[in-house]
């Protein structure tokens, strides 16, 4: 009886890594078009200054229009992409078309795009940046890209350069996902960044967790030590936002502020800007 039931079990966890690596593979194989296809979009969610809530910019999120499957979030087909490759061309296509859109709006928003550690392995990068930047006339101080701590966990001294190289453009680089990685501190010393961004994980705590608010308080003492400034990822709630403005958090994102939305739908804040 016991050994069917593990016998059923084995199987039965047979059969679904079996399906999951067959979707896998399928999407992969998908993702490589999805540009052709005109299946990718980019959604927009505002950053703000905590005390004059200010705009300050706006992170370009990636989203899948998959045909049959519908839209796939990006923590399920960004990972595949970087498994496969796909992300070279897809990463290219956000970053060239963030910064197309940005150029077009009469202000001085920051666009905010997320590299992946695959890209910035690829020693072609930097080049690539400064070539959408020619092409797109946006100007480079505009432009911040946003790494996550487990880019730096590779080749560290290649992503160093192909850093310094792009700073040297006037671009910007800010950490992703402060705090949850393995080398934070290590991170901060040894990398050319620009901004903090807080892990969305202490905002959810921040109410029920002490130990999430000195975390936070930690981390924004390091900001002003270091001078950089740290934002908040992950605002949903009016008290969320008015501990970040007690606690001195220079700017903040998350639905709270907006939800990442098609550029139409920020249209009339770009324009309204425009016009001032
Ligand atoms: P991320 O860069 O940390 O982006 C923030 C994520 O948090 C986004 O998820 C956003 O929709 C979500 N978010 C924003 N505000 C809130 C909030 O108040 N509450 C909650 N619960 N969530 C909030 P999304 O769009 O699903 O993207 C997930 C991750 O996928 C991103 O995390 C980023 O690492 C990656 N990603 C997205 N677009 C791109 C891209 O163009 N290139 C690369 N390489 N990665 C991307
Ligand atoms: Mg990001
Ligand atoms: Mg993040
Ligand atoms: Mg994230």
């Known amino acids: 009886r016991a050994k069917d039931a593990l016998t059923e079990t084995v199987c039965f966890y047979e059969v679904s890594m079996d399906e999951a690596a067959r979707s896998r593979r399928l999407i992969a194989n998908d993702l490589w078009q999805a540009v052709e296809r005109r299946e990718l979009q980019l959604h927009y969610q505002v950053q703000k200054a905590v005390n004059s809530g200010e705009t300050l910019g706006y992170e370009v999120l990636l989203r899948w229009h998959h045909p049959v499957r519908g839209t796939i979030p990006p923590s399920e087909f960004i990972p595949i992409a970087e498994a496969c490759g796909a992300i070279l061309p897809i990463g290219e ?5 963030a910064c197309r859109e940005a150029a077009t709006w009469g202000n001085d928003y920051k666009i905010a795009v997320n590299l992946s550690p695959v890209q910035l392995g690829n020693a072609d990068v930097a080049d690539l940046v400064h070539r959408v930047l020619l092409e797109t006339g946006l100007s ?95 605002v949903e709630t009016r008290s969320q936002l008015d501990i970040l403005l007690d606690e001195g958090c220079d700017e903040a994102q998350g639905y709270f502020l907006g939800r990442p939305v098609p550029v139409e739908r920020i249209r009339v804040d770009t324009e309204k800007s425009e016009a001032a």
């Open 93 to 97: 296509w956000v970053l060239r078309e």
């Open 140 to 234: 480079p101080r505009r432009l911040e890209l946003e790494i996550t701590e487990s880019t730096i966990i590779g080749d560290k001294e290649r992503a160093l350069n192909t850093l310094r190289r792009i700073k040297a453009f006037g671009v910007t680089i800010a950490i992703d996902d402060f705090g949850t990685g393995y080398s934070s501190l290590e991170t901060l010393r040894a990398f050319p960044f620009d901004k903090i961004k807080l892990d969305r994980s202490f905002m959810s705590e921040v109410e029920a967790s002490p130990e999430a608010k000195a975390i936070i308080r930690a981390i924004l003492a390091l900001g002003q030590t270091l001078r950089v400034p740290v934002l908040a990822e992950g």
